[in-house]
Protein backbone atom coordinates (compact mmCIF):
# COMPACT_ATOMS: atom_id res chain seq x y z
CA UNK A 1 0.00 0.00 0.00
CA UNK A 2 2.17 2.67 -1.47
CA UNK A 3 1.34 6.35 -3.47
CA UNK A 4 3.43 6.15 -5.85
CA UNK A 5 4.18 7.21 -9.96
CA UNK A 6 1.01 5.38 -10.56
CA UNK A 7 -1.63 7.72 -9.07
CA UNK A 8 -0.50 10.72 -11.78
CA UNK A 9 -1.00 7.91 -14.75
CA UNK A 10 -4.46 6.64 -13.25
CA UNK A 11 -5.26 10.32 -13.18
CA UNK A 12 -3.92 11.28 -16.58
CA UNK A 13 -5.81 8.29 -17.74
CA UNK A 14 -9.37 9.03 -15.72
CA UNK A 15 -8.99 12.65 -17.61
CA UNK A 16 -8.44 11.41 -21.11
CA UNK A 17 -10.90 8.65 -20.62
CA UNK A 18 -13.66 10.95 -18.95
CA UNK A 19 -12.23 13.73 -22.40
CA UNK A 20 -12.68 10.62 -24.85
CA UNK A 21 -16.82 9.73 -23.12
CA UNK A 22 -17.51 13.24 -22.96
CA UNK A 23 -16.75 14.04 -26.39
CA UNK A 24 -17.51 11.01 -28.31
CA UNK A 25 -19.35 8.44 -26.75
CA UNK A 26 -21.73 9.82 -24.49
CA UNK A 27 -23.55 12.89 -27.14
CA UNK A 28 -23.14 10.18 -29.47
CA UNK A 29 -25.19 7.87 -27.63
CA UNK A 30 -28.07 9.93 -26.14
CA UNK A 31 -28.24 12.56 -28.73
CA UNK A 32 -30.06 9.31 -31.84
CA UNK A 33 -31.35 8.09 -28.43
CA UNK A 34 -33.48 11.48 -28.26
CA UNK A 35 -34.12 11.73 -32.01
CA UNK A 36 -35.36 8.38 -31.84
CA UNK A 37 -37.45 8.88 -28.62
CA UNK A 38 -38.79 12.26 -30.38
CA UNK A 39 -39.14 10.13 -33.70
CA UNK A 40 -41.34 7.61 -31.77
CA UNK A 41 -43.49 10.23 -30.07
CA UNK A 42 -44.01 11.92 -33.55
CA UNK A 43 -45.13 8.30 -34.79
CA UNK A 44 -47.84 7.28 -32.11
CA UNK A 45 -49.34 10.79 -32.45
CA UNK A 46 -49.19 10.38 -36.38
CA UNK A 47 -50.94 6.97 -35.69
CA UNK A 48 -53.21 8.78 -33.23
CA UNK A 49 -54.24 11.42 -35.85
CA UNK A 50 -54.67 9.10 -38.65
CA UNK A 51 -57.20 6.83 -36.63
CA UNK A 52 -58.88 9.56 -35.93
CA UNK A 53 -58.80 11.05 -39.08
CA UNK A 54 -60.13 7.72 -40.44
CA UNK A 55 -62.88 7.87 -37.78
CA UNK A 56 -64.06 11.19 -38.84
CA UNK A 57 -63.89 10.15 -41.93
CA UNK A 58 -66.12 7.15 -41.63
CA UNK A 59 -68.32 8.98 -39.95
CA UNK A 60 -68.56 11.65 -43.18
CA UNK A 61 -68.99 8.78 -45.60
CA UNK A 62 -71.68 7.79 -44.11
CA UNK A 63 -73.22 11.02 -43.91
CA UNK A 64 -72.68 11.34 -47.72
CA UNK A 65 -74.13 7.36 -47.80
CA UNK A 66 -77.29 8.63 -45.96
CA UNK A 67 -78.19 11.77 -47.98
CA UNK A 68 -77.25 9.65 -51.21
CA UNK A 69 -79.89 6.95 -50.43
CA UNK A 70 -82.08 9.81 -49.06
CA UNK A 71 -81.71 11.19 -52.36
CA UNK A 72 -82.30 8.34 -54.34
CA UNK A 73 -85.76 7.84 -52.22
CA UNK A 74 -86.94 11.35 -53.05
CA UNK A 75 -85.70 10.56 -57.09
CA UNK A 76 -87.44 7.70 -57.12
CA UNK A 77 -90.82 8.91 -55.83
CA UNK A 78 -90.49 11.75 -58.05
CA UNK A 79 -90.35 9.21 -60.92
CA UNK A 80 -92.81 7.72 -59.93
CA UNK A 81 -95.04 10.39 -58.90
CA UNK A 82 -94.10 11.99 -63.17
CA UNK A 83 -94.70 8.05 -64.22
CA UNK A 84 -98.05 8.29 -62.95
CA UNK A 85 -98.68 11.67 -63.88
CA UNK A 86 -97.57 10.72 -67.61
CA UNK A 87 -99.99 7.57 -67.44
CA UNK A 88 -102.81 9.88 -66.26
CA UNK A 89 -101.98 12.37 -69.03
CA UNK A 90 -101.39 10.12 -71.80
CA UNK A 91 -105.34 8.40 -70.41
CA UNK A 92 -106.94 12.23 -70.42
CA UNK A 93 -105.36 12.59 -73.78
CA UNK A 94 -106.49 8.81 -75.05
CA UNK A 95 -110.21 9.73 -73.68
CA UNK A 96 -110.42 13.21 -75.45
CA UNK A 97 -109.19 11.71 -78.88
CA UNK A 98 -111.15 8.64 -78.59
CA UNK A 99 -114.32 11.44 -78.51
CA UNK A 100 -113.06 13.57 -80.67
CA UNK A 101 -112.55 10.24 -83.16
CA UNK A 102 -116.40 9.44 -82.14
CA UNK A 103 -117.69 12.99 -83.18
CA UNK A 104 -115.69 12.83 -86.27
CA UNK A 105 -117.25 9.56 -87.20
CA UNK A 106 -120.64 10.73 -86.05
CA UNK A 107 -120.43 14.26 -88.29
CA UNK A 108 -119.05 11.66 -91.13
CA UNK A 109 -121.73 9.26 -90.52
CA UNK A 110 -124.32 12.50 -90.24
CA UNK A 111 -122.59 13.78 -93.74
CA UNK A 112 -122.68 10.53 -95.67
CA UNK A 113 -126.22 10.13 -94.76
CA UNK A 114 -127.14 13.31 -95.86
CA UNK A 115 -125.66 13.07 -98.67
CA UNK A 116 -127.15 10.02 -99.85
CA UNK A 117 -130.59 11.55 -98.83
CA UNK A 118 -130.00 14.24 -101.17
CA UNK A 119 -128.80 11.86 -103.68
CA UNK A 120 -132.17 9.71 -102.73
CA UNK A 121 -134.09 12.70 -103.41
CA UNK A 122 -132.70 13.50 -106.35
CA UNK A 123 -133.20 10.32 -107.82
CA UNK A 124 -136.65 10.04 -106.52
CA UNK A 125 -137.38 13.24 -108.17
CA UNK A 126 -135.91 12.42 -111.25
CA UNK A 127 -137.60 8.89 -111.05
CA UNK A 128 -141.03 11.19 -109.98
CA UNK A 129 -140.68 13.36 -113.58
CA UNK A 130 -139.67 10.05 -115.34
CA UNK A 131 -142.79 8.84 -114.14
CA UNK A 132 -144.52 11.65 -114.54
CA UNK A 133 -143.29 12.39 -118.11
CA UNK A 134 -144.98 8.44 -118.72
CA UNK A 135 -147.99 9.42 -117.05
CA UNK A 136 -148.33 12.22 -119.37
CA UNK A 137 -146.64 10.56 -122.44
CA UNK A 138 -144.85 13.36 -123.26
CA UNK A 139 -141.42 14.33 -121.62
CA UNK A 140 -140.99 17.28 -119.68
CA UNK A 141 -138.99 20.12 -120.31
CA UNK A 142 -136.95 20.25 -117.52
CA UNK A 143 -135.78 23.67 -118.39
CA UNK A 144 -139.62 25.15 -118.24
CA UNK A 145 -140.61 22.71 -115.42
CA UNK A 146 -137.51 23.44 -113.29
CA UNK A 147 -139.07 25.30 -110.85
CA UNK A 148 -141.46 22.86 -110.25
CA UNK A 149 -139.52 20.29 -110.20
CA UNK A 150 -137.14 22.03 -107.15
CA UNK A 151 -140.44 22.52 -105.64
CA UNK A 152 -141.25 18.98 -105.96
CA UNK A 153 -137.73 17.20 -105.11
CA UNK A 154 -137.67 19.37 -102.02
CA UNK A 155 -140.77 18.03 -100.44
CA UNK A 156 -139.56 14.74 -100.70
CA UNK B 1 -0.30 -27.53 9.73
CA UNK B 2 3.73 -27.80 9.39
CA UNK B 3 5.80 -24.62 9.81
CA UNK B 4 6.66 -25.00 6.07
CA UNK B 5 2.99 -24.60 5.15
CA UNK B 6 2.58 -21.65 6.98
CA UNK B 7 5.70 -20.26 5.32
CA UNK B 8 3.47 -21.19 2.33
CA UNK B 9 0.68 -19.38 3.39
CA UNK B 10 2.69 -16.55 4.05
CA UNK B 11 4.46 -16.36 1.05
CA UNK B 12 1.10 -16.72 -1.19
CA UNK B 13 -0.64 -14.10 0.65
CA UNK B 14 2.40 -11.71 0.41
CA UNK B 15 2.77 -12.45 -3.04
CA UNK B 16 -1.24 -11.42 -4.32
CA UNK B 17 -0.32 -8.30 -2.01
CA UNK B 18 2.58 -7.48 -4.03
CA UNK B 19 2.38 -5.37 -7.34
CA UNK B 20 4.58 -6.07 -10.76
CA UNK B 21 6.53 -2.45 -10.29
CA UNK B 22 10.10 -1.59 -11.83
CA UNK B 23 11.75 -1.86 -8.16
CA UNK B 24 10.70 -2.62 -4.97
CA UNK B 25 9.08 0.29 -2.77
CA UNK B 26 10.14 1.26 0.60
CA UNK B 27 8.81 4.26 1.44
CA UNK B 28 5.37 5.27 1.77
CA UNK B 29 5.42 7.77 -1.12
CA UNK B 30 8.27 7.36 -3.92
CA UNK B 31 7.30 9.31 -7.26
CA UNK B 32 9.79 6.89 -9.11
CA UNK B 33 8.18 3.80 -8.62
CA UNK B 34 5.53 2.89 -11.13
CA UNK B 35 2.65 -0.17 -10.67
CA UNK B 36 2.69 -1.73 -13.99
CA UNK B 37 -0.60 -4.38 -13.24
CA UNK B 38 -2.19 -1.56 -12.16
CA UNK B 39 -1.72 0.72 -15.38
CA UNK B 40 -1.83 -1.90 -17.93
CA UNK B 41 -5.69 -3.77 -16.34
CA UNK B 42 -7.07 -0.06 -15.96
CA UNK B 43 -5.72 1.08 -19.37
CA UNK B 44 -6.91 -2.26 -21.21
CA UNK B 45 -10.55 -2.12 -19.20
CA UNK B 46 -10.62 1.69 -20.20
CA UNK B 47 -10.09 1.08 -23.71
CA UNK B 48 -12.56 -1.83 -23.35
CA UNK B 49 -14.94 0.59 -22.17
CA UNK B 50 -14.43 3.07 -24.30
CA UNK B 51 -13.67 0.67 -27.44
CA UNK B 52 -17.06 -0.56 -27.20
CA UNK B 53 -19.09 2.39 -26.65
CA UNK B 54 -17.80 4.28 -29.31
CA UNK B 55 -18.34 0.98 -31.52
CA UNK B 56 -22.27 1.59 -30.54
CA UNK B 57 -22.11 5.53 -30.43
CA UNK B 58 -20.40 5.45 -33.98
CA UNK B 59 -23.15 3.07 -34.92
CA UNK B 60 -25.72 5.02 -33.70
CA UNK B 61 -24.68 8.57 -34.83
CA UNK B 62 -24.40 7.16 -38.12
CA UNK B 63 -27.73 6.10 -38.53
CA UNK B 64 -27.34 2.89 -39.64
CA UNK B 65 -28.68 1.62 -36.61
CA UNK B 66 -32.30 1.87 -36.34
CA UNK B 67 -33.20 -0.16 -33.76
CA UNK B 68 -31.58 -1.09 -30.85
CA UNK B 69 -30.71 -4.75 -30.34
CA UNK B 70 -27.66 -6.84 -28.73
CA UNK B 71 -25.01 -4.55 -27.24
CA UNK B 72 -26.42 -1.39 -27.54
CA UNK B 73 -29.51 -1.85 -26.49
CA UNK B 74 -27.29 -2.66 -22.95
CA UNK B 75 -25.21 0.58 -24.07
CA UNK B 76 -28.15 2.79 -24.08
CA UNK B 77 -30.20 0.97 -21.25
CA UNK B 78 -26.61 1.73 -18.99
CA UNK B 79 -26.46 5.45 -20.82
CA UNK B 80 -30.60 5.87 -20.20
CA UNK B 81 -29.84 5.21 -16.28
CA UNK B 82 -26.90 6.93 -15.76
CA UNK B 83 -28.55 9.91 -17.37
CA UNK B 84 -31.81 9.54 -14.68
CA UNK B 85 -29.42 9.16 -11.83
CA UNK B 86 -27.66 12.43 -12.82
CA UNK B 87 -30.72 14.08 -13.32
CA UNK B 88 -32.27 12.99 -9.95
CA UNK B 89 -29.22 14.76 -8.45
CA UNK B 90 -27.57 17.27 -10.07
CA UNK B 91 -29.83 20.48 -11.43
CA UNK B 92 -27.65 22.67 -13.14
CA UNK B 93 -26.58 22.58 -16.71
CA UNK B 94 -23.09 20.98 -16.67
CA UNK B 95 -22.10 18.46 -19.73
CA UNK B 96 -19.11 17.58 -17.60
CA UNK B 97 -21.45 15.53 -14.86
CA UNK B 98 -23.36 12.77 -17.06
CA UNK B 99 -20.60 11.20 -19.06
CA UNK B 100 -18.23 11.92 -16.07
CA UNK B 101 -20.62 9.72 -14.26
CA UNK B 102 -20.83 6.93 -16.68
CA UNK B 103 -16.84 7.04 -17.16
CA UNK B 104 -16.80 6.83 -13.47
CA UNK B 105 -19.56 3.23 -13.22
CA UNK B 106 -18.43 1.85 -16.64
CA UNK B 107 -14.56 2.53 -15.30
CA UNK B 108 -14.89 1.02 -11.38
CA UNK B 109 -16.94 -1.53 -12.02
CA UNK B 110 -14.79 -3.17 -14.96
CA UNK B 111 -11.76 -2.59 -11.88
CA UNK B 112 -14.62 -4.51 -9.50
CA UNK B 113 -15.13 -7.03 -11.91
CA UNK B 114 -11.81 -7.98 -12.10
CA UNK B 115 -12.11 -9.36 -8.96
CA UNK B 116 -14.03 -11.92 -9.66
CA UNK B 117 -11.57 -14.10 -12.26
CA UNK B 118 -10.29 -16.84 -10.17
CA UNK B 119 -7.78 -15.27 -7.89
CA UNK B 120 -4.44 -17.10 -9.35
CA UNK B 121 -5.54 -17.33 -13.15
CA UNK B 122 -4.36 -14.37 -14.40
CA UNK B 123 -0.98 -14.65 -11.80
CA UNK B 124 -0.99 -18.01 -12.68
CA UNK B 125 -0.59 -17.39 -16.33
CA UNK B 126 2.04 -14.32 -15.53
CA UNK B 127 4.14 -16.58 -13.61
CA UNK B 128 4.36 -18.94 -16.50
CA UNK B 129 5.97 -16.00 -18.81
CA UNK B 130 8.37 -15.10 -16.33
CA UNK B 131 6.41 -12.24 -14.08
CA UNK B 132 7.23 -12.37 -10.48
CA UNK B 133 3.62 -10.74 -9.71
CA UNK B 134 0.97 -9.76 -10.48
CA UNK B 135 -2.36 -7.81 -9.19
CA UNK B 136 -4.98 -7.80 -11.46
CA UNK B 137 -7.93 -5.59 -9.86
CA UNK B 138 -7.00 -1.96 -10.40
CA UNK B 139 -9.42 -0.76 -7.59
CA UNK B 140 -7.15 -2.84 -5.30
CA UNK B 141 -4.63 -0.24 -5.42
CA UNK B 142 -4.53 2.94 -3.61
CA UNK B 143 -3.25 4.71 -6.45
CA UNK B 144 -5.98 3.75 -8.84
CA UNK B 145 -8.53 4.55 -6.18
CA UNK B 146 -6.99 8.14 -5.34
CA UNK B 147 -6.78 8.78 -9.30
CA UNK B 148 -10.35 8.40 -9.12
CA UNK B 149 -11.01 10.72 -6.37
CA UNK B 150 -8.50 13.11 -6.05
CA UNK B 151 -9.37 14.84 -9.66
CA UNK B 152 -13.10 14.72 -8.75
CA UNK B 153 -12.06 16.66 -5.40
CA UNK B 154 -9.84 19.04 -7.17
CA UNK B 155 -13.11 19.18 -9.50
CA UNK B 156 -15.46 20.10 -6.58
CA UNK B 157 -13.01 22.91 -5.96
CA UNK B 158 -12.95 24.06 -9.59
CA UNK B 159 -16.75 24.10 -9.74
CA UNK B 160 -17.18 25.93 -6.54
CA UNK B 161 -14.46 28.36 -7.03
CA UNK B 162 -16.21 29.12 -11.09
CA UNK B 163 -19.85 29.02 -9.77
CA UNK B 164 -19.67 30.82 -6.58
CA UNK B 165 -16.44 33.21 -7.02
CA UNK B 166 -13.19 32.88 -4.61
CA UNK B 167 -15.39 35.13 -2.17
CA UNK B 168 -18.45 32.86 -1.91
CA UNK B 169 -16.37 29.64 -1.55
CA UNK B 170 -14.14 31.43 1.76
CA UNK B 171 -17.51 32.66 2.63
CA UNK B 172 -18.68 29.19 2.76
CA UNK B 173 -15.46 27.77 4.44
CA UNK B 174 -15.58 30.28 7.26
CA UNK B 175 -18.99 31.62 7.91
CA UNK B 176 -20.72 28.11 8.95
CA UNK B 177 -21.98 25.61 10.33
CA UNK B 178 -21.37 28.72 13.27
CA UNK B 179 -22.82 31.90 12.77
CA UNK B 180 -23.10 34.74 14.87
CA UNK B 181 -24.60 38.27 14.54
CA UNK B 182 -22.21 40.17 16.92
CA UNK B 183 -19.18 40.66 14.31
CA UNK B 184 -16.39 39.27 17.21
CA UNK B 185 -17.88 36.63 18.09
CA UNK B 186 -18.46 35.43 14.14
CA UNK B 187 -14.55 36.71 14.04
CA UNK B 188 -13.89 33.55 16.69
CA UNK B 189 -16.07 31.54 14.70
CA UNK B 190 -14.24 31.55 11.63
CA UNK B 191 -11.14 29.32 12.28
CA UNK B 192 -13.51 26.87 14.05
CA UNK B 193 -15.66 27.22 10.80
CA UNK B 194 -12.72 26.97 8.56
CA UNK B 195 -11.39 23.68 10.41
CA UNK B 196 -14.31 21.91 10.31
CA UNK B 197 -15.25 22.26 6.96
CA UNK B 198 -11.78 21.98 5.80
CA UNK B 199 -12.15 18.44 7.40
CA UNK B 200 -15.55 17.83 5.52
CA UNK B 201 -14.34 18.86 2.04
CA UNK B 202 -10.89 17.07 2.81
CA UNK B 203 -12.82 13.70 3.98
CA UNK B 204 -14.44 13.54 0.87
CA UNK B 205 -11.77 12.22 -1.26
CA UNK B 206 -10.54 10.10 1.19
CA UNK B 207 -13.76 8.39 2.17
CA UNK B 208 -15.00 8.14 -1.19
CA UNK B 209 -11.44 6.51 -2.09
CA UNK B 210 -11.09 4.25 0.73
CA UNK B 211 -14.55 3.34 0.63
CA UNK B 212 -13.78 1.47 -3.00
CA UNK B 213 -10.37 0.19 -1.88
CA UNK B 214 -11.59 -1.10 1.20
CA UNK B 215 -14.24 -3.29 -0.65
CA UNK B 216 -12.13 -4.44 -2.98
CA UNK B 217 -9.03 -5.56 -0.49
CA UNK B 218 -11.60 -7.38 1.82
CA UNK B 219 -13.11 -9.00 -1.37
CA UNK B 220 -10.15 -10.41 -2.96
CA UNK B 221 -8.36 -11.07 0.60
CA UNK B 222 -11.20 -13.45 0.96
CA UNK B 223 -10.94 -15.15 -2.20
CA UNK B 224 -7.06 -15.48 -1.14
CA UNK B 225 -7.78 -17.02 2.12
CA UNK B 226 -10.37 -19.46 0.41
CA UNK B 227 -7.90 -20.46 -1.99
CA UNK B 228 -5.63 -21.64 0.97
CA UNK B 229 -8.05 -24.27 2.23
CA UNK B 230 -7.00 -26.48 -0.10
CA UNK B 231 -3.49 -24.62 -1.51
CA UNK B 232 -1.65 -25.82 1.70
CA UNK B 233 -2.24 -29.83 0.37
CA UNK B 234 -1.88 -29.74 -3.22
CA UNK B 235 -3.15 -32.26 -5.50
CA UNK B 236 -2.17 -35.44 -2.76
CA UNK B 237 -4.76 -34.47 -1.00
CA UNK B 238 -7.69 -35.39 -3.18
CA UNK B 239 -6.73 -39.00 -1.57
CA UNK B 240 -8.73 -38.62 1.14
CA UNK B 241 -11.50 -38.08 2.51
CA UNK B 242 -10.83 -34.61 4.74
CA UNK B 243 -9.17 -33.28 1.43
CA UNK B 244 -12.12 -33.97 -0.69
CA UNK B 245 -14.03 -31.96 2.43
CA UNK B 246 -12.09 -29.24 1.82
CA UNK B 247 -12.18 -28.85 -1.90
CA UNK B 248 -15.89 -28.62 -1.80
CA UNK B 249 -15.86 -26.95 1.14
CA UNK B 250 -13.71 -24.32 -0.97
CA UNK B 251 -16.04 -24.34 -4.31
CA UNK B 252 -19.24 -23.47 -2.50
CA UNK B 253 -17.85 -21.04 -0.54
CA UNK B 254 -16.09 -19.30 -2.76
CA UNK B 255 -18.84 -19.39 -5.27
CA UNK B 256 -21.23 -18.35 -2.81
CA UNK B 257 -18.79 -15.10 -1.84
CA UNK B 258 -18.14 -14.47 -5.47
CA UNK B 259 -22.08 -14.11 -5.73
CA UNK B 260 -22.52 -11.91 -3.17
CA UNK B 261 -19.24 -9.82 -4.28
CA UNK B 262 -21.51 -9.56 -7.53
CA UNK B 263 -23.51 -7.47 -5.42
CA UNK B 264 -20.58 -5.51 -3.67
CA UNK B 265 -18.77 -4.57 -6.94
CA UNK B 266 -22.07 -3.20 -8.35
CA UNK B 267 -22.66 -1.47 -5.61
CA UNK B 268 -19.40 0.14 -5.35
CA UNK B 269 -19.17 1.52 -8.32
CA UNK B 270 -22.68 2.87 -7.84
CA UNK B 271 -21.87 4.03 -4.83
CA UNK B 272 -18.65 6.13 -6.26
CA UNK B 273 -20.82 7.31 -9.35
CA UNK B 274 -23.49 8.65 -6.99
CA UNK B 275 -21.60 10.29 -4.41
CA UNK B 276 -19.15 12.02 -7.23
CA UNK B 277 -22.44 13.56 -8.62
CA UNK B 278 -23.52 14.46 -5.26
CA UNK B 279 -20.20 16.20 -4.50
CA UNK B 280 -20.27 18.29 -7.77
CA UNK B 281 -24.06 19.22 -6.95
CA UNK B 282 -23.29 20.71 -4.02
CA UNK B 283 -20.29 22.16 -5.57
CA UNK B 284 -22.70 24.20 -7.78
CA UNK B 285 -25.16 25.12 -5.08
CA UNK B 286 -24.97 28.73 -3.74
CA UNK B 287 -25.85 29.23 -0.19
New interface residues.
Given amino acids: MHINLTLLVQMLAFAALVWFTMKFVWPMILGPMQERERRIAQGLAAADKGEEELKQARVGAEAILREARERAGVILDQAQHSANEIIEQARVAATQEGQRLLVAAQQQIELDAARAREQLRQQVGEIAVAAAAKLLEREIDPRAHAALLEEFAAQI | MTASGSARIGEYVTEHLTYL ?1 NKP ?1 T ?9 YD ?2 FF ?2 LL ?1 VL ?2 GS ?2 W ?3 R ?2 S ?1 TA ?1 APRGFQSF ?2 LV ?2 WV ?1 GQVKDIFHGTN ?2 I ?3 A ?2 LFC ?1 VFLFNFMDLLPVDLLPGIAHTIGLPHLKVV ?1 SN ?4 V ?3 S ?2 VFFLTLYYSIKVKGARGFLAELTLQPFTSKNVFVQALFVPINFLLESVTHLARPLSLALRLFGNMFAGEMIFVLLALLTLVHGYPMLGTLSGWGLAIMQLVLTFAWGVFHLLIITLQAFIFMVLTVVYLSMAHERH
Fill in positions: SQSLINFTVINTVSVAFAFYVARMAGSVEVEDPLAPLLTWPDLNCFGLLP
